[in-house]
C-alpha cells in the first residue's frame, strides 16, 4: 500500500502557521507523505493541487476565527470540481462551530488543545479509509 | 528533555546556587537601574517613577465597535491603548475585497479610510493617550491616518505618543504579514523611522520584536538573538541612508514575549537590555547612552494558554505578568483566558486589566528597582542566557545577517523544529501542562462566561460606508496624491509625506497598498517546514 497522501493549506488571510507545521512534521514522521502549499492559498488553489498531487486528505488550519466562511467555501469549490477528497479543518474552533463544520461535509475537525498523535491518526485514518473504499 | 533540571530553553539548572555560580564582574555588568550597561532596568526609579503602562491589545469589527471598546478599556482604569487591525487592513485590503470578506473585522479593526481612523478615536484625546498598532506591512498608511485623525483633533504632532509595530523582518520569521518583497519592506519600515526621528520625537516607530518568532515555536535564547539581529539591520539600513544611529535609536523599542519559566524569562529580560547596550556601543559607536538604553513592551504567551480547562490560563498569565514586571517591562499586556476559543470578552478583558492592576498595586513588586539583582540564580541565568544569544547572533551575522538568513530559511527552520520538539514533549508528557497533559479530566466542561460574538454583517457595512466616502472625495485631488506616492515609491525618497497627503485626500487603505503592490511586486514565501 502507498503511502496516505496529504495536502496541508493555510486558507484565507491568517498567517498562523505553528500548527499546520507541527502536524506536517508528525504526519512525516508517521509515514505520510506531505504537500505543504503554504499561506493564503484559496479553495481554488486547495483542490486544483489536490488533485494534481492525487491527495488522500486535505487539511486546512485557520486561526483567524474565520473557519465557518473559509469551510464554506472550500466545501463548495470541492463539490463544483466533484471532489471526495476528505477536508480536515484546525484552528480556535468553539465545539458549536465544529458540529456546524461537520454539519456542513468538513470530515474531522481538531481544535487547539488536540493533541498531535490523535490528530495524526485521524487523518491517516480518513486516508486509510479513502483508500479502501475507493 | 526533562523539564525539571533544564530551564524552558534547555539551560541545565543545578538544585541551588551560590556566590561560586556567578562569574566574577557582577557590579560592572550591572550598573545602576537606568545607568549603562542598563542591566538593571532603562530608568533609576523605575516603576516608583513610572509604573509599566497597562496595554491590553484591543480591536475587532467597525471602527465605532472597537471604539466602544476602547472606551470600555479606559473607564476601568486601563493608561493606555494597543490598536488590534484585522487581517484585511493588516495586508492592504479594503474591506470589499474578494480576498477580505472572510476576515474583515475578525482578529481587529477594519480600517479602510483616514475617516475610520477619526471614528476609531472619537472621544480619546490623541495629544494625552499613548496609542500602540500591531501593523507592518501596511504600517506606513496606517501612520498617515493616524497622523490625519490627529490633525483633525487639533493635536500637534510633537504631542502624539505611543509606538507603531513596523517590524517586517519578523513578519518574514514567523507573524507571517507581509505584502512585499523583503528589501522594498525593509525600505518602508526605515522611512516611517525616518519620519519619526524628524516630526514624531514621543513615538516609537517601531518595536522590534522577538515575541512572534517565541510564539511561532523558538525558545528564548533564539528570541533574543533573533531581535537583536533584527535591531542591527534596521539600524545598518539607517545609517546606510546616512543617519546618525544616535539620532534615531533612542526611539527604537523592543517586544519580548514573557512566558512560563520565570526565572528564565525575567534573565531574559534583563540580558537583553545588557546585549542591545553592548550592540549599540560595540557595534555602532553610540554616543548618548540613551541609544543603548533598552525599553519594551512584553505581551505574554498565548501558546501557553489552553482550551482545556480555561480559568486556569488566569494563573498562568499571572505568572507572566509578573515575570514582565521583574524583568522591567515598560508596558504589558495580559492574554484573555478565553483566546483559545475567541477573541476575549469583556469579562476576560476586564480580568487581565485587573491581573495587572493587582500585581501593580497589592503586591508590593512595583517598590523598587530590579528586586532580584543578586540572586545568584537570576544572575547565573542572565550571564547564560547572554552568551548563548550572542553565540546565535554570531551565527546569524555569519549567515549574513537578519535578512540573509531569512531568505536561507534559517530563523524559519529555528521555529520549525523548536515547535515540533515541544509538540512531543507536550504529547509524551515530558513537559506537563495541568489540565492538558496532567490533572486532565475528560468529563470537564469549559467554564467560560459569555463569549465574545463576531458580528457577521461588519464586512457588507464598512464596504457600504467605504463606498459612500470613496463617491463623495474630490476625485482629481486624491488621484493626484496617489500618484505622488506612486512616484515616490519608484524614485526614492520617503513614503510618508506624500502618503500622509493621500490620506487626507482619502485614498482608502487598499488603494495605497496597491500603489506599492505595482512598484515592489509580492511577495510569496516558500512554504518551508
Given at each position: 500500500?502507498?503511502?496516505?497522501?496529504v495536502?496541508?493549506?493555510?486558507?484565507?488571510l491568517?498567517?498562523?502557521?505553528?500548527?499546520?507545521?507541527?502536524v506536517?512534521?508528525?504526519?512525516?514522521?508517521?509515514?505520510?507523505?506531505?504537500?505543504?502549499?503554504?499561506?493564503?492559498?484559496?479553495?481554488?488553489?486547495?483542490?486544483?493541487?489536490?488533485?494534481?498531487?492525487?491527495?488522500?486528505?486535505?487539511?486546512v488550519?485557520?486561526?483567524?476565527?474565520?473557519?465557518?466562511?473559509?469551510?464554506?467555501?472550500?466545501?463548495?469549490?470541492?463539490?463544483?470540481?466533484?471532489?471526495?477528497?476528505?477536508?480536515?479543518?484546525?484552528?480556535?474552533?468553539?465545539?458549536?462551530?465544529?458540529?456546524?463544520?461537520?454539519?456542513?461535509g468538513?470530515?474531522?475537525?481538531?481544535?487547539?488543545?488536540?493533541a498531535?498523535?490523535?490528530?495524526?491518526?485521524?487523518?491517516?485514518?480518513?486516508?486509510?479509509?479513502?483508500?479502501?473504499?475507493? | 528533555?526533562?523539564?525539571?533540571?533544564?530551564?524552558?530553553?534547555?539551560?541545565?539548572?543545578?538544585?541551588?546556587?551560590?556566590?561560586?555560580?556567578?562569574?566574577?564582574?557582577?557590579?560592572?555588568?550591572?550598573?545602576?537601574?537606568?545607568?549603562?550597561?542598563?542591566?538593571?532596568?532603562?530608568?533609576?526609579?523605575?516603576y516608583?517613577?513610572?509604573?509599566?503602562?497597562?496595554?491590553?491589545?484591543?480591536g475587532?469589527?467597525?471602527?465605532?465597535d472597537?471604539?466602544?471598546?476602547?472606551?470600555?478599556?479606559?473607564?476601568?482604569?486601563?493608561?493606555?491603548?494597543?490598536?488590534?487591525?484585522?487581517?484585511?487592513?493588516?495586508?492592504?485590503?479594503?474591506?470589499?475585497?474578494?480576498?477580505?470578506v472572510?476576515?474583515?473585522?475578525?482578529?481587529?479593526?477594519a480600517?479602510?479610510?483616514?475617516?475610520?481612523?477619526?471614528?476609531?478615536?472619537?472621544?480619546?484625546?490623541?495629544?494625552?493617550?499613548?496609542?500602540?498598532?500591531?501593523?507592518?506591512a501596511?504600517?506606513?498608511?496606517?501612520?498617515?491616518?493616524?497622523?490625519?485623525?490627529?490633525?483633525?483633533q487639533?493635536?500637534?504632532?510633537?504631542?502624539?505618543?505611543?509606538?507603531?509595530?513596523?517590524?517586517?523582518?519578523?513578519?518574514?520569521?514567523?507573524?507571517?504579514?507581509?505584502?512585499?518583497?523583503?528589501?522594498?519592506?525593509?525600505?518602508?519600515?526605515?522611512?516611517?523611522?525616518?519620519?519619526?526621528?524628524?516630526a514624531?520625537?514621543?513615538?516609537?516607530?517601531?518595536?522590534?520584536?522577538?515575541?512572534?518568532?517565541?510564539?511561532?515555536?523558538?525558545?528564548a535564547?533564539q528570541?533574543?538573538?533573533?531581535?537583536?539581529?533584527?535591531?542591527?539591520a534596521?539600524?545598518?539600513?539607517?545609517?546606510?541612508?546616512?543617519?546618525?544611529?544616535?539620532?534615531?535609536?533612542?526611539?527604537?523599542?523592543?517586544?519580548?514575549?514573557?512566558?512560563m519559566?520565570?526565572?528564565?524569562?525575567?534573565?531574559?529580560?534583563?540580558?537583553a537590555?545588557?546585549?542591545?547596550?553592548?550592540?549599540?556601543?560595540?557595534?555602532?559607536?553610540?554616543?548618548?547612552?540613551?541609544?543603548?538604553?533598552?525599553?519594551?513592551?512584553?505581551?505574554?504567551?498565548?501558546?501557553?494558554l489552553?482550551?482545556?480547562?480555561?480559568?486556569?490560563?488566569?494563573?498562568?498569565?499571572?505568572?507572566?505578568?509578573?515575570?514582565?514586571?521583574?524583568?522591567?517591562?515598560?508596558?504589558?499586556?495580559?492574554?484573555?483566558?478565553?483566546?483559545?476559543?475567541?477573541?476575549?470578552?469583556?469579562?476576560?478583558?476586564?480580568?487581565?486589566?485587573?491581573?495587572?492592576?493587582?500585581?501593580a498595586?497589592?503586591?508590593?513588586?512595583?517598590?523598587?528597582?530590579?528586586?532580584?539583582?543578586?540572586?545568584?540564580?537570576?544572575e547565573?541565568?542572565?550571564?547564560?542566557?547572554?552568551?548563548?544569544?550572542?553565540?546565535?547572533?554570531?551565527?546569524?551575522?555569519?549567515?549574513?545577517?537578519?535578512?540573509?538568513?531569512?531568505?536561507?530559511?534559517?530563523?524559519?527552520?529555528?521555529?520549525?523544529?523548536?515547535?515540533?520538539?515541544?509538540?512531543?514533549?507536550?504529547?509524551?508528557?515530558?513537559?506537563?501542562?495541568?489540565?492538558?497533559?496532567?490533572?486532565?479530566?475528560?468529563?470537564d466542561?469549559?467554564?467560560?462566561?459569555?463569549?465574545?460574538?463576531?458580528?457577521?454583517?461588519?464586512?457588507?457595512?464598512?464596504?457600504?460606508?467605504?463606498?459612500e466616502?470613496?463617491?463623495?472625495?474630490?476625485?482629481?485631488a486624491?488621484?493626484?496624491?496617489?500618484?505622488?506616492?506612486?512616484?515616490r515609491?519608484?524614485?526614492?525618497?520617503?513614503?510618508?509625506?506624500?502618503?500622509?497627503?493621500?490620506?487626507?485626500?482619502?485614498?482608502?487603505?487598499?488603494?495605497l497598498?496597491?500603489?506599492?503592490?505595482?512598484?515592489?511586486?509580492?511577495?510569496?514565501?516558500?512554504a518551508?517546514?
Open positions: 500500500m502507498r503511502p496516505t497522501r495536502l496541508l493549506a493555510k486558507p484565507g491568517d498567517g498562523h502557521d505553528r500548527g499546520i507545521k507541527v506536517a512534521m508528525g504526519l512525516r514522521d508517521a509515514g505520510a507523505e506531505v504537500i505543504y502549499l503554504g499561506l493564503r492559498r484559496t479553495p481554488e488553489e486547495i483542490w486544483g493541487a489536490a488533485v494534481d498531487e492525487d491527495a488522500d486528505v486535505v487539511g488550519s485557520v486561526l483567524s476565527g474565520a473557519h465557518v466562511a473559509l469551510a464554506e467555501q472550500l466545501v463548495a469549490e470541492r463539490s463544483r470540481i466533484g471532489s471526495d477528497i476528505p477536508l480536515v479543518v484546525g484552528g480556535t474552533v468553539p465545539a458549536e462551530d465544529a458540529d456546524a463544520l461537520r454539519a456542513m468538513v470530515e474531522a475537525v481538531h481544535a487547539v488543545g488536540a498531535l498523535p490523535d490528530v495524526v491518526q485521524s487523518v491517516l485514518a480518513l486516508g486509510a479509509e479513502r483508500e479502501r473504499t475507493a | 528533555m526533562s523539564t525539571t533540571d533544564t530551564t524552558d530553553a534547555g539551560i541545565p539548572v543545578a538544585p541551588v546556587y551560590s556566590d561560586a555560580d556567578v562569574a566574577a564582574g557582577l557590579a560592572e555588568r550591572l550598573g545602576a537601574p537606568g545607568a549603562p550597561p542598563f542591566t538593571r532596568g532603562p530608568y533609576p526609579t523605575m516608583r517613577g513610572q509604573l509599566w503602562t497597562m496595554r491590553q491589545f484591543a475587532f469589527g467597525s471602527p465605532e472597537a471604539n466602544a471598546r476602547f472606551h470600555f478599556l479606559l473607564e476601568r482604569g486601563q493608561s493606555a491603548l494597543s490598536v488590534a487591525f484585522d487581517l484585511p487592513t493588516q495586508l492592504g485590503y479594503d474591506s470589499a475585497h474578494p480576498s477580505a472572510a476576515d474583515v473585522g475578525r482578529v481587529g479593526v480600517i479602510d479610510t483616514a475617516d475610520d481612523m477619526v471614528e476609531l478615536f472619537d472621544g480619546i484625546p490623541l495629544d494625552t493617550i499613548s496609542v500602540n498598532f500591531t501593523i507592518n501596511t504600517a506606513p498608511i496606517i501612520l498617515a491616518m493616524y497622523l490625519v485623525a490627529a490633525e483633525r487639533g493635536a500637534s504632532l510633537p504631542d502624539l505618543a505611543g509606538t507603531l509595530q513596523n517590524d517586517i523582518l519578523k513578519e518574514f520569521m514567523a507573524r507571517k504579514t507581509f505584502i512585499y518583497p523583503p528589501a522594498p519592506s525593509l525600505r518602508l519600515s526605515c522611512d516611517v523611522i525616518e519620519y519619526a526621528a524628524g514624531l520625537p514621543r513615538f516609537n516607530p517601531i518595536s522590534i520584536t522577538g515575541y512572534h518568532a517565541r510564539e511561532a515555536g523558538c525558545d535564547i528570541e533574543l538573538a533573533l531581535a537583536m539581529a533584527s535591531a542591527v534596521y539600524s545598518e539600513a539607517l545609517v546606510a541612508r546616512g543617519l546618525a544611529f544616535d539620532s534615531f535609536a533612542p526611539r527604537l523599542s523592543f517586544h519580548f514575549a514573557t512566558t519559566d520565570l526565572f528564565e524569562e525575567v534573565a531574559k529580560l534583563r540580558a537590555r545588557r546585549l542591545w547596550y553592548r550592540v549599540a556601543t560595540e557595534r555602532f559607536g553610540a554616543i548618548q547612552p540613551a541609544s543603548g538604553r533598552l525599553r519594551f513592551f512584553s505581551g505574554n504567551s498565548g501558546t501557553t489552553t482550551a482545556q480547562q480555561p480559568l486556569n490560563n488566569v494563573i498562568r498569565s499571572t505568572i507572566q505578568c509578573l515575570g514582565a514586571v521583574l524583568g522591567g517591562a515598560q508596558s504589558i499586556h495580559v492574554m484573555g483566558y478565553d483566546e483559545a476559543y475567541e477573541i476575549p470578552s469583556e469579562e476576560a478583558v476586564t480580568l487581565s486589566l485587573r491581573t495587572q492592576q493587582i500585581i498595586m497589592e503586591s508590593g513588586v512595583a517598590r523598587t528597582a530590579d528586586p532580584l539583582a543578586g540572586s545568584y540564580y537570576v547565573a541565568l542572565t550571564d547564560e542566557l547572554e552568551e548563548r544569544a550572542r553565540t546565535l547572533l554570531d551565527e546569524l551575522d555569519a549567515a549574513g545577517g537578519a535578512a540573509a538568513a531569512i531568505e536561507s530559511g534559517i530563523p524559519q527552520r529555528w521555529i520549525a523544529e523548536s515547535a515540533y520538539r515541544l509538540e512531543r514533549e507536550l504529547a509524551s508528557g515530558d513537559r506537563p501542562r495541568v489540565g492538558l497533559n496532567v490533572y486532565a479530566a475528560d468529563d466542561e469549559p467554564h467560560l462566561g459569555e463569549m465574545f460574538a463576531a458580528d457577521p454583517g461588519v464586512a457588507k457595512r464598512h464596504a457600504a460606508r467605504t463606498a466616502r470613496v463617491a463623495a472625495r474630490d476625485e482629481v486624491c488621484r493626484a496624491a496617489t500618484d505622488a506616492v506612486s512616484a515609491a519608484r524614485e526614492g525618497g520617503n513614503v510618508m509625506p506624500p502618503l500622509i497627503d493621500a490620506a487626507r485626500a482619502g485614498a482608502t487603505l487598499g488603494e497598498a496597491d500603489v506599492f503592490r505595482l512598484a515592489f511586486g509580492e511577495f510569496r514565501e516558500p518551508l517546514w
